[in-house]
């Protein structure tokens, strides 16, 4: 209850700071950087010792598993860096993405092997928070009924192992903006994943007082002739 009323405290926000190795890879290239643990350490360091009030407006952050385990310059770890600041330490737990078979390559998220022991580990180094995420691709016919089903259920299963090893589940269903779909069916395909999702995360017997949600906008697709507005973006989203 105390890490939930700290991350949603108003005025406060949770930091995604949970690149992988091969994304921060990718942004690190635009400056001539290599992607070497010493720079990731000196990227994420220098976010967490930003001078001024940044812990009046970060409420949580995001960490990739390495820097969780990570000390700053100073010998300072990380997580005692955040604490510091009045920041929770969260991590992304899932492992990516995968095709899904059987489907026109939707995708599955995974991660759940040794999940437990993982959560575990991660509370003992300070995370108090998790992230895990799905994703769903729009088309007329897409997303199928198996990428759905199968993707509520890990969330689910990850939600309770979660809550059984002392950490707060960010549950993120995100139903992508790519595509030429209409706002309407971007409303379809978003209640029909959320509650599929919910079906999912009560047949686990996961206390939903005691995860965060975070849901996508309700949006046209990225390349559709007709853009919804933003007030009915936020209308449909809400």
């Known amino acids: 209850d105390a890490t939930i009323s700290a991350i949603i405290e108003d005025g406060r926000g949770i930091l995604a700071a949970d690149e992988s190795t091969a994304t921060i890879g990718k942004r690190f290239e635009t400056i001539n950087l290599p992607n070497v643990e010493d720079n990731r350490r000196a990227y994420r360091e220098l976010l967490f010792t930003t001078g001024g009030d940044v812990g009046k407006y970060v409420s949580g952050a995001i960490l990739y598993e390495e820097t969780l385990f990570q000390k700053a310059s100073n010998g300072v770890r990380m997580v005692d860096l955040m604490k510091e600041r009045g920041i929770i330490p969260g991590i992304k737990v899932d492992k990516g993405v995968v095709t899904l078979p059987g489907t026109d390559n939707e995708t599955y998220t995974v991660g759940l092997d040794g999940l437990g022991k993982r959560c575990q580990e991660y509370y003992a180094a300070g995370a108090r928070f998790a992230k895990w995420r799905a994703v769903y691709t729009i088309t007329d016919k897409l997303p199928s009924e ?93």
């Open 146 to 238: 198996l990428c759905i089903h199968s993707n509520a259920e890990g969330l689910a299963y990850y939600a309770a192992t979660c809550q059984e090893n002392g950490l707060v589940p960010i549950v993120e269903p995100e139903v992508l903006m790519d595509g030429n779909h209409s706002i309407e069916r971007s409303m379809e395909v978003t209640i029909e994943v959320l509650n599929s999702v919910f079906k999912s995360l009560a047949d686990h017997h996961v206390n939903l007082e005691r995860i965060l949600l975070k849901p996508n906008m309700v949006y046209s697709g990225t390349s559709a002739a007709n853009r919804a507005s933003a007030q009915a973006v936020a209308e449909a989203t809400l």
